[in-house]
């Protein structure tokens, strides 16, 4: 990969930075759901120790790759 030389700072502040992906550890059994409601169609159920990638990080709910899950029941 070739080195991006920065001339000034206004460059550095817009220059592709790619972070880790956000992890977390289901406790216990959780539903997935299709949207973020508790009303919402339940589309998998996760167990305790699963290991989800966040996708999106909301106040009550997560967005992972199968669909959304309360934040409370991940550490």
Do not use: H
């Amino acid at each position: 990969m070739a080195e991006e030389r920065i001339e000034n700072i206004e460059e550095l502040e817009y220059a592709d930075v790619q972070s880790e992906p956000t992890t977390a550890i289901v406790q216990a059994k959780l539903n997935v759901r299709k949207a973020p409601s508790l009303d919402a169609e339940v589309v998998k159920i996760l167990n305790g120790g699963d290991v989800v990638e966040i996708l999106e990080d909301g106040a009550e709910w997560v967005k992972i790759s199968d669909g959304y899950c309360m934040k409370k029941f991940l550490k």
